[in-house]
Each structure stands twice: as structure tokens, then as C-alpha cells.
């Protein structure tokens, strides 16, 4: 082997966590596990997930779990003893763990004298407005607050969530900030676009279902749409209101592409005019950024760090579980071409100066530094 082709194994990381669902989650610790083997770290996969992209499968290592829904599980009890045989045996310098994957994540930190450094990326965003959904998050919000306790160090994905912790007791110094990113080489604006110049394509990207405002959405769809047939609304996710988007219009206005592969979705994306997303769970949303990165303005709420992430020059912010509000934001953004291509490009700047990948990896690396550190 010549000099050239030695590659230095940066660190030795095993990650914690589900691959593969169409999920902000999943995408995340994709994003993040591909990053990671891009900077020559040697990345190990610790998994109840049956497909893990970008890794040998000798990198792979997997526990057995009863999947719940597509977005927790339930894992074999011997999972943490399988994590740390795996620590141990490659020599593990840190472990990255995705908190609200599974119920490994709980236990994990009971066997903390025989794994590496543990960190933890906390997904959870508090929930907006009184309904059972929101009654459900905050009780998943608390139960998963008492376990990241036990953590060497937390990363949060958004700023908004550190006051939380700190009134939580959390020390100021274990906590990290490191927001969503966005693929820009992936998402971004399209070369050509020969859509239909007459009419107004709106798109939602997420899961169906009443935390993200999908109800909302289409309410307001379907009373603008009376107001200016000139428009379309394209739905890419799956879950529980897929059946509310199939009996929206009865003229074919509503497109829904079910849960598509997250590489598809920036060909979607760059056909259509504005994001809407009046979603009840506050966040930095990946779908939101996402969109931004292909030069939409987005239509969505305004809670958690929204407020902050989009300006009133590149989108439109709406109140909590408001029908009309939307409705207003849609006919906006229809009425004035010129004034949502400024905000589209806007947008796109902003993903590409704050919120890249390649920036946000690099962070994530210096809180395993951190915590090694720490250990030693």
C-alpha cells in the first residue's frame, strides 16, 4: 500500500439507532452516518433496522425489536448487552444514540460502565394547542427529558429546546445545539421549469397526521381551491389522514404520491411554487428546511424556532390550527409570482450559508471530541 492510499480512521464511532423510514429521524442519522464515513471515521451501525445504506454489512450490527409503529420500538432486552459486546469488541470510542427510535435508548445509560462515551440527539419538539396528540407528545416530551439525563452529552436539533432542558436541571454545559441540515447538492432549485405557468402547485412533505397540521392544510386547500381553481396541492408522506387526502377534491387537484424515497422528493419539489406545512409541534422541521434548500417559500406555523428560522422576506407564518390563516398564506403566494420567486430564492441562501450538511457534521464530530474528552 502506497503512502496515498493509507486512510487515517479519524474516530471510532458506533451509532444507535433506525435507519431507513421516512422520517425526519431516519433521515437525520442517514445524513449524519454518511457524513461521518466521508470524514474517514469508521462507523458502526447498531440497529433493529433490516436496510442500513452506505455501511459493509460486517459494520452492521443488529438487535431484535417489535416495531410499534413506523417510528418506535420495542427492542429485545439484550440489546444494550449486544451494544456493548460490539463496543468492546471494535473498540468504540463514542456511542451517538437517537433518542425516540426505540427502547434501547432508555436503558442503554444502566450500562454505562461498559460502553464508551454516550451522546444522545434528542428529536422530540414540544407540541402546540390542547388535543390528545399533544397531551401524547408531552408525555413522550418528559419520559425521554428523564432518560437523556443519564447521557454524557445531548445533542438538541433545536435551539428552542435548550431552555426546556436548563429549566430541566440539565447543566448548561452538556448541551448542544446542532440544527437539522440539508443535502444542497441534493435539494436545490431545478435548471428548467416547464410547469404550468397558470396554475399555483403547493406541496406538503411529512407524515399524515394531526401534529403536522395535515387536517389544517387540507381544510384550507379545499376553500381556496373554490376561490382559485387555478391551483393544485401535491401530498408526498403516509399515515393515518391519507384517507382525508383522497376525499379532498373531487377533481383531481389533490395529487398524493404516498411515502416516496427521500432522493425523490427534491424532483418533486423543484415543479412546485410554495411549501405548506401548519404543523402543531414545534421545530427546525427537515421537510421546511428542505423545501428551502430547493427555493420554496414556505407556508407554516408560527411556533418553536420557526419564528426565528423564516423571515416575513421568505415565507409566510401562520397561527396555530387557524383554516383561514392559511387560506390567506395560499393566496398570497398565488397572487404574487414575482414576490414568492424572491422569497424561494431567498430561502435557498439562507440553507446554503446556515444550514448545510458538510457544516453541521463538523459540529456533531466536536461534541464526540467533547465527550472523550471528558471520559479520559
Not at 159 to 188: C, H, M, W
Not at 276 to 296: D, R, Y
Not at 344 to 373: H, M, P, T
Request: proline residues 4%.
Amino acid at each position: 500500500m502506497t503512502q496515498s492510499q493509507i486512510v487515517v480512521i479519524m474516530m471510532r464511532i458506533g451509532m444507535v439507532s433506525k435507519f431507513g423510514a421516512p422520517d425526519g429521524l431516519c433521515i437525520r442519522a442517514g445524513a449524519v452516518l454518511e457524513g461521518l464515513v466521508k470524514h474517514n471515521n469508521e462507523v458502526h451501525a447498531l440497529t433493529q433496522s433490516k436496510v442500513v445504506d452506505g455501511l459493509p454489512e460486517e459494520r452492521i450490527h443488529r438487535f431484535r425489536a417489535v416495531q410499534l409503529n413506523p417510528h418506535f420500538s420495542i427492542d429485545t432486552l439484550s440489546s444494550p448487552k449486544i451494544v456493548a459486546k460490539v463496543s468492546k469488541k471494535h473498540n468504540l470510542e463514542v456511542l451517538h444514540i437517537q433518542m425516540n427510535s426505540g427502547s434501547t435508548e432508555f436503558t442503554l445509560p444502566y450500562f454505562k460502565k461498559s460502553l464508551p462515551p454516550l451522546v444522545v440527539t434528542y428529536h422530540l419538539a414540544y407540541a402546540a394547542g390542547h388535543s390528545i396528540y399533544s397531551t401524547l407528545f408531552g408525555i413522550a416530551w418528559k419520559a425521554s427529558l428523564f432518560a437523556s439525563r443519564k447521557y454524557d452529552e445531548v445533542i438538541l436539533v433545536d435551539p428552542s429546546q435548550k431552555p426546556y432542558f436548563i429549566k430541566s436541571g440539565f447543566s448548561e454545559d452538556k448541551l448542544n445545539v446542532v440544527s437539522n441540515g440539508v443535502d444542497t447538492s441534493l435539494f436545490k432549485p431545478g435548471e428548467i421549469n416547464d410547469k404550468d405557468e397558470d396554475v399555483t402547485d403547493f406541496v406538503y412533505v411529512g407524515r399524515l397526521s394531526y401534529d403536522k397540521g395535515v387536517h389544517i392544510l387540507l381544510d384550507a386547500f379545499r376553500e381556496y381551491h373554490s376561490e382559485n381553481p387555478k391551483t393544485r396541492l401535491t401530498v408526498i408522506g403516509d399515515g393515518m389522514l391519507k384517507g382525508q387526502v383522497d376525499t379532498c377534491t373531487d377533481d383531481g387537484s389533490v395529487c398524493w404520491l404516498g411515502a416516496i424515497d427521500h432522493d425523490k422528493i427534491p424532483s418533486v419539489l423543484q415543479k412546485m411554487d410554495a411549501f405548506v406545512i401548519p404543523q402543531n409541534i414545534g421545530g427546525l422541521g427537515l421537510s421546511v428546511m428542505e423545501a428551502m434548500g430547493c427555493g420554496l417559500p414556505v407556508i407554516t406555523t408560527a411556533i418553536g424556532e420557526t419564528v426565528r428560522l423564516i423571515r416575513e422576506d421568505e415565507g409566510i407564518l401562520v397561527t396555530p390550527d387557524s383554516v383561514s390563516a392559511v387560506v390567506e398564506g395560499m393566496r398570497i403566494m398565488a397572487e404574487d409570482k414575482k414576490k414568492r420567486q424572491a422569497m424561494g430564492l431567498r430561502c435557498r441562501k439562507k440553507i446554503e450559508k446556515d444550514f448545510s450538511w458538510q457544516n453541521q457534521i463538523g459540529l456533531i464530530e466536536d461534541v464526540y471530541r467533547k465527550a472523550i474528552e471528558k471520559a479520559n
